[in-house]
Each structure stands twice: as C-alpha cells, then as structure tokens.
C-alpha cells in the first residue's frame, strides 16, 4: 500500500525529492544497501527510504550516478545522432525463433540475445524485471539463468521498477550478469561500475530499451478497473507481448481474460501516470547500454506508427563494440535474423521520442526560471535537437512547462 515516504538526510536524496527527479532506478539503494530501500510512494511510484546516515563515499557516490542529478554522454568516436545518441550500428531484426518472437514486445530481439548470452556462457544469469509475485501489475527484479525464465521475464512492463536495488546480491554471488533496465537504470549502472570495479566485473553486459516513462502503479489499478477486472480477482497480467504490439491481458482466477489494445491502454491510459522525471528525460533510447532494443513500427502515408496486429520486428541498436560484437555472434549462431535499417526513417516510426527530445531544452530552461531542481545533461546535444523544433514549438513548451508549475494539476492517482 502506498504510504508518505520519509524525508532523506543525505543532501543528495534531499535536491532530488525537491525537484521530483528522482526515476526509481533503485541506483541509491545498490549504493547503500544497508541504509536505503526501495519502497511505494503515493500514487505508486519506487521512491529511496533512507534509515540511517551516509557514509562520505556513499554520499559522493549517489551524487555520482544518480539519474536524477545527472548524466553524461561520450560519443568517443562514435556515430552520434542529435536525436538517438551515440551508436556503432543500427539494423532492424527479430528472434528466429517463433515462440520468442511472440512473446517479445517487439521481435523479441532482446530476449534472443539474452537466451545467446546464457547458451555460451558469455554470461552465468541475466538480472531483469518481470511480474511481481505478490501484485501482478506490479513489477520485481529477477535473476534467471534459462529459457523458461528469459520468456516469462518477456514482453514490456509499464509499472515501477528498481532493479539496481539488487545490484548488491548480483556482486556478492561471484557470477557474471547481464543487466536490463530501462534508460535511466543502466545510465547509472554504467556510471556506478566506472568506480566500483566490483560492479564492473559483476555486470559485463548491458542492455536497455526505448522507454517512454514510468507510470505508478495507479497507472495499472486504472487499466484493470477499465477492464472491469477486480484486482483481488487478477491472477497474472501482461502490460505488451504474445504479439506485436500485443494487448494489456488480464489473466483472472477463474482463468478468463480481459484484455484492451496497446493503444487503448498505453495512449489511452498509462502514459498519463508517467512521473515527472521520465516527462524531462534527455536519454529515453538507452545510451549508456551496449545494446539497445525498441519497436520498428510499420508507418502509414502520414509516416505515424501503426499499431495493427503482426509479426514483431526490433529496432537493434549496437552503442558500443561489445554491443556490436555480441549481435554479430547471436546473428551468426542463427539466434536472431537482421536487416539494414535507416536511421533517417527512426523519426517517423518513433514520434514520441523524437518530439520529447525536441521539446526538452524549452522544458528544463522554463523549471530552472521557476527555481526547480533539473539534472545536469552533458553530451546529450539538447541544443542540436531544440534546434529541429520550430520557434513557436518550443515556446508552447516553455509557456506550458511554466503554467503546469504555477498552476498544478493533481496527478491522476495521487
């Protein structure tokens, strides 16, 4: 049940409560495992409780990675679009094998390259978030080391998530993990094993998705409730998946399902729960991954993404060489099939991204005016793409930004 998270003491947690940026990545908690947890707060979001004081490193620490205060970006020689971020290449791509194309999101690309990864022994378990036990819309960091357990963990999960909260069992097993979060999750991973070496080594691999933003879980109790579906009644539920896009399913305990349309439930429904840090996020492609995963919409004649039901097909993107490398071998091992993609149609088949990244420059100057808290971005060309919207575009940005701190509206939920 949500309840009133308690102030933080460390002056880090306190700046990012302030100004509401705080993703739930659970980065704080892997930090400081023995003094911060990850728990629910109205409406719904993962937010850190701190139960006793900081030490220096741990403190400096979080300043560090946390997403919320900060993120930066190195193209270091690489390709390095205004828009999408650094990559080495990009394709589109599926898994070849049926069951995990189906079960995937999109394609199911990702979960082919997992099931790749633990098939050779690149690494020993992969660290991802799948349903949780005690809340079927709700979300749970899972280790798992097999098929079975790669293909329950698939499809997307529109809820709350903390992953990196288990960060500390992942270091203290010995074994080599491959990480999925969203975006902001593995910009903090990769900024906390640049200076714990014992993470770097836990983590070898990391993987990442495009995301549009983190809905409470008031976001999940508004989509059963639009199905008529009593959430004591609701034995398991799919946000995405068992197709292309798939459709939000609610499985009750009776074994009926209810289910509603991608767009009816995310467009419809979640996206109006995201939190506000995901609403001014620089990094909604997962830069700091070394291989990133999204859909490869079909378009209509205006260039809009069409949800109709289809075979699923990934957008594949190799951030870095290890990224690159691993494709090549999943490729080669006949786990996943590839096709040269274009990065000049990603625009059209990817609107959200393209306007929120667009708009984010007017949206952070207009909160710096009003005196809140934003994180500090270098590297991620906010200028470059401010540049691609028109004037009065990112002036309705900047006004609409202002109105909503002056005047605010209550949260669906909250």
Same mark, same amino acid.
């Given at each position: 049940m949500s309840q009133k998270t308690p102030a933080p003491s460390s002056a880090a947690l306190r700046l990012v409560a302030r100004g509401d940026l705080c993703s739930g990545c659970g980065g704080c908690a892997a930090v400081a495992p023995d003094r911060i947890v990850m728990a629910e707060a109205a409406p719904g979001y993962l937010r850190p409780q701190q139960s006793a004081p900081l030490t220096p490193w741990q403190e400096e620490a979080i300043t560090r990675i946390c997403p919320g205060l900060v993120q930066e970006v190195a193209?270091?020689?690489? /390709? *390095? +679009?205004?828009?999408?971020?650094?990559?080495?290449g990009m394709r589109t791509g599926w898994a070849c094998d049926p069951e995990?194309?189906?079960?995937?999101?999109?394609?199911? %690309?990702?979960?082919?390259? $997992?099931?790749? $990864? $633990? *098939? =050779?022994?690149?690494?020993?378990?992969?660290?991802?978030?799948?349903? %949780? #036990?005690? $809340?079927?819309? @709700?979300? &749970?960091?899972?280790?798992? =080391? *097999?098929?079975?357990?790669?293909?329950a963990g698939a499809g997307s999960r529109y809820a709350p998530s903390a992953p990196l909260a288990a960060l500390p069992e992942a270091v203290a097993s010995g074994l080599r993990h491959a990480v999925v979060g969203k975006p902001c999750d593995i910009a903090a991973l990769r900024a906390l094993a640049a200076i714990d070496p014992a993470v770097a080594a836990a983590v070898p691999v990391m993987l990442s998705f495009f995301y549009a933003g983190v809905p409470s879980h008031s976001g999940g109790r508004a989509v059963l409730s639009a199905l008529g579906a009593a959430e004591p009644e609701v034995a398991a539920f799919r946000f995405r998946g068992n197709g292309w896009p798939g459709r939000a399913t609610a499985t009750l305990t009776d074994g009926s399902e209810r289910s509603m349309s991608y767009h009816d439930s995310w467009g419809g429904i979640l996206s109006k729960h995201v939190q506000h840090r995901c609403r001014i996020c620089a990094d909604g492609t997962g830069t700091a991954a070394d291989i990133v995963c999204a859909d490869a919409w079909e378009s209509d004649e205006a260039g809009y993404p069409l949800f109709d039901e289809a075979d699923g097909t990934s957008l594949i993107v190799a951030?870095?060489?290890?990224? &690159? /490398? !691993?494709?090549?071998?999943? /490729?080669? %091992? @006949?786990?996943? &099939? =590839?096709?040269?993609?274009d990065i000049t149609a990603l625009a059209a088949i990817q609107p959200g991204q393209r306007g929120r990244r667009r708009a984010l420059l007017a949206r952070l100057i207009a909160l710096r005016l009003c005196g809140r808290p934003i994180p500090r971005y270098r590297g991620l060309q906010?200028?470059? %793409?401010?540049?691609?919207? #028109?004037?009065?575009?990112?002036? +309705?940005?900047?006004?609409?930004?202002?109105?909503?701190? !002056?005047?605010?509206?209550?949260?669906?939920?909250?």
């Open positions: 193209a270091q020689g690489r /390709e *390095d +679009h205004p828009l999408w971020g650094p990559y080495v995990v194309r189906f079960a995937g999101s999109s394609g199911g %690309a990702l979960s082919a390259i $997992l099931l790749h $990864l $633990l *098939d =050779t022994g690149r690494v020993d378990r992969v660290l991802l978030t799948g349903a %949780a #036990p005690d $809340l079927p819309t @709700g979300n &749970a960091a899972v280790f798992v =080391t *097999d098929r079975a357990g790669v293909l951030r870095t060489a290890l990224g &690159a /490398e !691993l494709i090549a071998g999943a /490729e080669a %091992a @006949g786990a996943v &099939a =590839t096709a040269p993609f906010l200028r470059a %793409a401010a540049r691609q919207n #028109p004037l009065r575009r990112n002036l +309705h940005n900047f006004l609409g930004t202002i109105r909503r701190v !002056l005047f605010p509206r209550r949260r669906p939920g909250g």
